[in-house]
């Protein structure tokens, strides 16, 4: 695969950004409503802007990068709920990790893992895609769920939709609809069933093209959950000791 070939990159940040930001702002097109995945939640960041991301455990949430990368708008709360403007829970950030490995030019590694100040209340994290576990090929399905807005315009909802895999290397996932990720819809997870268990395969970073444009892309880029496993995403788990002492 052309990484990135030698088309234009967005990333999938909300539509609520700080002036003269210019990010894609649109749609999980052709999905639905989403009730189903409440470990998907919202990430915000100073000044009321937001991303999405995943509970990979009890504290800890699994976002994109670039959504936490400028550290004069770190992020502040973790949203539970479906509906991001009336929340089930919302949890203060107490730190955040990006992976060390993380490219701002080619969005390898667009990991990120957001430090909860307490843990979530009767959230059950989602499981991981280990690199032993990873047998993804193109042509398989993925299922993205994320917070972005919608073809008839904005949206506080999480939605889900299906996407094919087209593309893929050892770092990114690219799928090609139905379902397309844009505005809002970054450090959502795209979802693999393995052994009949939802495991998160993929993180959203980025589109080739704003999602609205006539004749656009749909192409999704994901970064791949396994490429990070064992550098980053597991050993910054298995860390337990912060600022706050042991857990």
């Known amino acids: ?25 649109s749609k999980i097109a ?10 998907v939640g919202t990430v915000v960041f100073a000044p009321n802007s937001t991303c999405s991301g995943v ?23 973790f949203l539970a709920g479906s509906d991001y403007t009336a929340p089930t829970q919302t ?9 060390p490995a993380y490219d701002p030019d080619t969005f390898d590694h667009d990991f990120a893992l957001v430090r909860l100040a307490r843990s979530t209340s009767g959230l059950g994290p989602m499981p991981l895609l280990t690199p032993a576990n990873d047998h993804l090929q193109t042509g398989d399905t993925l299922t993205l769920v994320g917070y972005g807005t919608t073809e008839s315009g904005g949206n506080t909802h999480r939605r889900r939709g299906q ?11 690219i799928t090609d ?6 505005g809002g819809d970054s450090g959502g997870p795209a979802l693999r069933a393995v ?16 999602c ?11 970064g791949r959950v396994s490429a990070a496993y064992d550098s980053f995403l597991l050993p910054t788990l298995l860390d337990v000791v912060f600022d706050d002492g042991f857990e």
């Not at 895999?165 to 996932?173: E, K, P, Y």
């Open 163 to 173: 996407a094919t895999i087209s593309q893929m290397d050892a770092t990114l996932l």
């Open 55 to 77: 509970l990979v455990d009890r504290k800890w949430v699994l976002t994109a990068a670039h959504c936490v990368e400028n550290p004069t708008f770190p992020p502040t709360h």
């Open 177 to 182: 609809g139905p379902a397309q990720a844009c």
């Open 212 to 222: 609205d444009a006539p004749g656009a892309s749909t192409e999704t880029g994901h």
């Open 91 to 99: 949890i203060p950030v107490a730190r955040h990790v990006m992976d």
């Open 1 to 25: 695969m052309s990484r990135l070939c030698s088309l234009l990159v967005f990333p999938l940040l909300s539509a609520c950004l700080p002036a003269g930001a210019a990010f894609a702002q």
């Open 30 to 39: 052709h999905g639905v409503p989403d009730s189903t995945h409440a470990a």
């Open 195 to 210: 052994g009949g268990v939802e495991v998160v395969a993929g993180i959203m970073s980025f589109t080739y093209s704003t």
